[in-house]
């Protein structure tokens, strides 16, 4: 019995449903990375989405990820914990073997990785940055679509009113923000308090990655969470000022690190958050068995695109549930 081998690499470019608006700039498509690894019969595929404020592309993780296979030999997932460095092109191959070792072994992935059979999960649905107007449009539209958590993107300068608005158009949603880096220069725990007096839950990311300083000694309101800051298990040491830590696939190089990451991250005391960035079902799905038993869960990355693929998650009763096309 021999190892799985790569067959292929690819970009693929999916349109997103209107625009897709954050305080570094709107999206209007995202290119999400293919990969297929087959052996012994089975074939197995990834699905990864490059961190562009990494500068990754996805041209370049595609070929990060030929690179890696044409010098590798078989493929083993956990030899390419230690051989590829953490990121998107990691990130789509593990999720392949993955996908490969569940096909070979008969059993779903989440069984394969000594996780409970998951359950449907009710996921944040992202809210544009926008006028205050807009906001509250898009939030009233949210809620009559059946979702119960909002995730409020933010830039900094006019927020409040924002989420003032949010909460006039989705006044019983929950609500969590994404400062994006974006409050450098504010009031840190000003800001927060005004935030949480109209009932935001927790601020992701306030500061910019490096600048985590700026929290130490801080009280706010509501717990923030590192974002930007938190990659993999090896920023766990710095971000003792951040109560709750979002772990993101892409971020992390896959489902492996992601699961160790969240492990860690609990027994440190961390509060866990699981996100995404935009890209198919085939991506996201992973990081359902990741965001099982989280207390924010954020996997609307295929929700916001114009189509998905065949065998797609679906957003059902106000919950997301599990497709068919992975694991």
Same mark, same amino acid.
């Given at each position: 019995?021999?190892?799985?081998?790569?067959?292929?690499?690819?970009?693929?470019?999916?349109?997103?449903?209107?625009?897709?608006?954050?305080?570094?700039?709107?999206?209007?498509?995202?290119?999400?990375?293919?990969?297929?690894?087959?052996?012994?019969?089975?074939?197995?595929?990834?699905?990864?989405?490059?961190?562009?404020?990494?500068?990754?592309?996805?041209?370049?993780?595609?070929?990060?990820?030929?690179?890696?296979?044409?010098?590798?030999?078989?493929?083993?997932?956990?030899?390419?914990?230690?051989?590829?460095?953490?990121?998107?092109?990691?990130?789509?191959?593990?999720?392949?073997?993955?996908?490969?070792?569940?096909?070979?072994?008969?059993?779903?992935?989440?069984?394969?990785?000594?996780? !409970?059979?998951?359950?449907?999960?009710?996921?944040?649905?992202?809210?544009?940055?926008?006028?205050?107007?807009?906001?509250?449009? !898009?939030?009233?539209?949210?809620?009559?679509?059946?979702?119960?958590?909002?995730?409020?993107?933010?830039?900094?300068?006019?927020?409040?009113?924002?989420?003032?608005?949010?909460?006039?158009?989705?006044?019983?949603?929950?609500?969590?923000?994404?400062?994006?880096?974006?409050?450098?220069?504010?009031?840190?725990?000003?800001?927060?308090?005004?935030?949480?007096?109209?009932?935001?839950?927790?601020?992701?990311?306030?500061?910019?990655?490096?600048?985590?300083?700026?929290?130490?000694?801080?009280?706010?309101?509501?717990?923030?969470?590192? !974002?930007?800051?938190?990659?993999?298990?090896?920023?766990?040491?710095?971000?003792?000022?951040?109560?709750?830590?979002?772990?993101?696939?892409?971020?992390?190089?896959?489902?492996?690190?992601?699961?160790?990451?969240?492990?860690?991250?609990?027994?440190?005391?961390?509060?866990?958050?699981?996100?995404?960035?935009?890209?198919?079902?085939?991506?996201?799905?992973?990081?359902?068995?990741?965001?099982?038993?989280?207390?924010?869960?954020?996997? !609307?990355?295929?929700?916001?695109?114009?189509?998905?693929?065949?065998?797609?998650?679906?957003?059902?009763?106000?919950?997301?549930?599990?497709?068919?096309?992975?694991?």
């Amino acid at each position: 019995m021999s190892g799985p081998h790569l067959v292929s690499a690819l970009v693929e470019r999916w349109p997103v449903a209107g625009a897709f608006t954050i305080a570094r700039g709107a999206k209007t498509h995202v290119d999400v990375i293919v990969c297929t690894v087959a052996g012994d019969g089975c074939e197995g595929r990834g699905e990864g989405t490059a961190i562009y404020y990494h500068g990754e592309t996805a041209e370049g993780c595609a070929q990060a990820i030929r690179d890696y296979a044409a010098s590798a030999g078989p493929l083993d997932r956990l030899r390419l914990q230690a051989e590829m460095p953490r990121g998107a092109a990691r990130n789509a191959l593990d999720c392949a073997l993955w996908d490969w070792e569940s096909k070979r072994a008969g059993q779903p992935v989440w069984a394969l990785a000594g996780l !409970d059979r998951p359950v449907p999960l009710p996921t944040a649905f992202t809210i544009s940055v926008a006028d205050p107007a807009r906001m509250e449009e !898009d939030a009233r539209a949210a809620c009559s679509r059946g979702f119960r958590l909002l995730k409020c993107k933010l830039m900094g300068e006019g927020d409040v009113a924002r989420i003032a608005a949010v909460r006039e158009g989705a006044p019983d949603a929950r609500l969590i923000v994404d400062a994006n880096e974006s409050w450098d220069e504010l009031d840190l725990v000003a800001q927060a308090r005004s935030l949480a007096d109209l009932g935001v839950e927790m601020i992701e990311q306030p500061v910019r990655h490096g600048h985590e300083a700026r929290l130490a000694g801080l009280s706010p309101p509501v717990p923030f969470c590192a !974002d930007e800051s938190c990659q993999d298990r090896a920023d766990l040491p710095q971000l003792a000022d951040f109560p709750a830590i979002n772990i993101k696939l892409d971020k992390a190089g896959g489902l492996t690190e992601a699961l160790a990451l969240r492990a860690e991250g609990q027994a440190r005391g961390h509060r866990i958050m699981v996100g995404c960035m935009l890209g198919t079902s085939l991506g996201i799905a992973p990081a359902f068995l990741a965001a099982q038993g989280a207390e924010w869960v954020d996997l !609307d990355g295929a929700l916001l695109l114009a189509e998905d693929r065949p065998g797609a998650l679906v957003m059902r009763d106000g919950l997301l549930w599990p497709g068919s096309l992975w694991g």
